[in-house]
């Protein structure tokens, strides 16, 4: 989810009328948007199975491989503007038109940054030069990054706006990339598809954004709400994309440093493996979706309240989380030979290790939920530099001997080592 900001005031009275809540009923809003999850992870899934029908598993490679290179451009162009304006508006609701301009504004000049950086990068590194015209393609959804207002939904708790997006995206980029198949397109119109998905949903939370009413011009501002100007935002909002990029590198950095490593089809038989990955974690951002205000208006209370937050959290998902694992190994070679045909059964010990890595992820991402709503943003940067050291060390060290089994080990020893230290960052907060 210290630094340059200073921690929420809390409050030693129940929050006033119109002012953060804690909402019940999270089993049936994880329900609601787990369902819709899972709903885009199915689509996601026929989308990734027609690449590599449509292009074999060195093209589901190199897609991959471009698509990891644009998460470290879409976590620039975000800035981490979207954990912090949750944070804010979920606490103070009276700052959300603000915030919305601050916001759009800094992502606009950060996404032409992020743009211009990526292409550079990729240019740079003779490994990657193969997928450079999959990456200018894909770089082209950055402006929709810019736009769109997808945290405002999360920050007012209305989920059911957050599940309707996330199943929209999948279902326009499947029904694109069909079409584009259909029509017999080459490589680079998957790149098309997906930024053409990108910018419907973009201009679909705007327009929902756009419809929240404006406050009272006359209404007293609420003196306990940080500002909303650029610069504070901006100084607020730089330790949390920092600790955002370094996530980034070490979710991904399997992906890259197999991209340099390994064969174009041993990489497409992880990507398939890598995409479950993404999918069971694509369940836990919901639950978080979902969580992160409730946590985030916690904090502005007396310490109890928070506690109590991430016990019960902790309860309802950690026995689902290690029963889903238990589950997934014995099953992980029957599900890849049948989604993605016998050849691709070569990652199934690399998706069992993966299964275990969600769950030790699932349960860091409680503490470090905890960390943000308590405006600890440098000391989960410097958690997070840590893990991400783990994350690439064991993977440059396990992937030359394991290959693809390898980098899915790295992932878990690195997802276990942070979710370790976290855990003892916030006890060590919560004990303050």
């Known amino acids: ?255 890259l440093l197999l991209g340099l490593m390994v064969p174009a089809d041993s990489l497409g038989h992880y990507a398939a493996a890598s995409r479950l990955f993404y999918v069971m974690m694509s369940l836990a951002t919901a639950y978080f979706i979902i969580v992160l205000p409730r946590i985030a208006a916690a904090a502005a209370n007396p310490p109890p309240a928070l506690r109590t937050e991430l016990r019960e959290s902790l309860r309802r998902t950690v026995p689902l989380a290690l029963a889903g694992t238990l589950l997934l190994a014995p099953l992980s070679p029957v599900i890849l030979s049948t989604m993605f045909g016998a050849e691709f059964v070569h990652a199934a010990p690399a998706l069992a290790i993966l299964g275990a890595a969600t769950a030790a992820s699932l349960i860091g991402r409680h503490y470090r939920q905890v960390l943000l709503a308590r405006s600890r943003q440098v000391d989960d940067l410097r958690l997070s530099l840590a893990g991400s050291a783990v994350h690439v060390t064991a993977k440059l060290a396990l992937i030359p001997f394991l290959g693809i089994t390898g980098a899915a080990l790295g992932t878990f020893l690195g997802e276990t080592f942070i979710l370790l230290v976290q855990r003892r960052a916030t006890r060590n907060e919560l004990d303050r």
Do not use: K
């Open 1 to 255: 989810m210290q630094s340059g900001t200073a921690a929420m005031p809390p409050s030693r009275t129940p929050p006033p009328s119109g002012g953060p809540q804690l909402p019940g009923r999270v089993g049936w809003r994880f329900a609601l948007l787990g369902s819709a999850n899972l709903g885009a992870a199915g689509a996601g899934f026929l989308a990734t199975l027609l690449i590599a029908r449509g292009f074999g598993a060195e093209g589901l490679g190199l897609i991959a491989l471009s698509m990891s290179l644009l998460s470290f451009g879409t976590t620039i162009a975000l800035f981490g503007t979207d954990l912090l304006a949750v944070r804010q508006v979920a606490a103070h609701p009276r700052t959300l038109w603000p915030m919305l301009r601050t916001v759009t504004r800094l992502r606009a000049v950060m996404a032409a940054l992020a743009y211009l950086g990526l292409l550079g990068a990729v240019w740079a590194v003779p490994g990657f030069r193969d997928v450079a015209p999959l990456v200018a393609i894909f770089g082209l959804s950055l402006p929709a990054v810019a736009f769109s207002a997808e945290w405002v939904p999360q920050a007012l708790h209305r989920t059911g706006i957050t599940a309707l997006a996330n199943m929209g995206l999948q279902l326009f980029y499947l029904t694109f990339l069909g079409l584009g198949l259909l029509m017999g397109m080459p490589l680079l119109g998957v790149a098309v598809a997906r930024v053409t998905a990108d910018a419907l949903v973009a201009l679909g939370f705007r327009f929902w954004a756009w419809r929240r009413p404006r406050p009272d011009p006359e209404a007293a501002p609420d003196p306990a709400a940080p500002s909303c100007a650029p610069g504070r935002v901006a100084r607020a909002a730089a330790p949390i994309c920092a600790t955002q990029i370094v996530r980034t590198l070490a979710l991904t950095s399997d992906m």
